[in-house]
């Protein structure tokens, strides 16, 4: 059996807390579970191991917007009921041993659904539900104790701006190219391309054959059993605690780097007052911008010459220019590669 739960609309904290208690309860022994809600207020969810401060935590309480960190990875995301969410929950030991096969056979239910519904979606190579080169589904995965649990949504309407404004970006260049990435490889333009009328319960039940026949289930609509209840309410309690939200020390940096979507990347970093400015799309800089007091008349050519080098090819050139601004430009570029979060 696939247990199917539809929540429809739910509070902002229980778009949340909600599938973490069904992660727990299939890890006691309850049923594949296949559910749905969408949020009625606009939030911010945090991935379990990221600092707090990549949040513009000010603008959040200025407008409203509460943020939840969530027990799954990935980086801060702007959240609002022009979104519907769905989760697939299903034993740790059923899925391939393989991250990436596992987050695969989790996902290709979800593009059928897309497809269903008139978007010509598919997974790319980093895994990605995309149109094209447009990522129209944000998700996570990860495991709660013996579930595994993947995360998406179906992107009805999306704000880039407001979405660009909950990250705690300082330097106004980076948030603007931020934006403008956004606005370039999230989700589908409404301004530029002819996205359908999505209907959301279309999606809800193409949603349900399509992982019904994936995991060879018969579908049936259930609730949650007591103990996900009694697990629900101890999460609520758990995900407003001020401790929990903040989660671990912030490690300091020099380097900003801000995921778009896999393989974009917009970044800005220090070194030593050597500043650059880029972003990294499928490996290569494009849009750089360099500042150093000591560049004077080279800086647009050494912006030139760096423009399409990976982050290895550019670190190399500017070693080879054997000045002490060559070789601080090599160190900030190297610190732009950082851990891939």
Known sequence: ML???DFEDVSALHSQTLWHAIAYGVS???PNTLSFMRPKEAYVSLGFHRRFEEI???????????IYRRMVGGGPVYLDNNQLFFQIVVPAKQLPFSRQKAI???LAPAVQAFQQVGLDAHLDENLEVVVGDRKICGHGAGQIEDAAVLVGNLIQDF????ATNILNIENEILADEVFTLMKRYVALDKDDFQVPNIDSKLFISAAVDAYGQAFDLEPVFQGLTEFEKQKLKELDAQFVESEWVRGMEPRPSATTRIKIRADVWACAT?????KVIANLIKGSISNLQVFDKELNGSRDSIQSKLEGLSLSQARDYCLGLNQDVGTRLAEALGQMGGPKV
């Open 270 to 274: 220090d070194y030593e007052g050597t």
């Open 104 to 106: 695969h056979n989790l």
């Open 159 to 162: 704000d880039h701006r407001l």
């Open 3 to 5: 247990r199917v739960i």
């Open 56 to 66: 513009n935590s000010s603008f959040c309480q200025n407008n409203q917007l509460p």
């Open 28 to 30: 006691e022994g309850s």
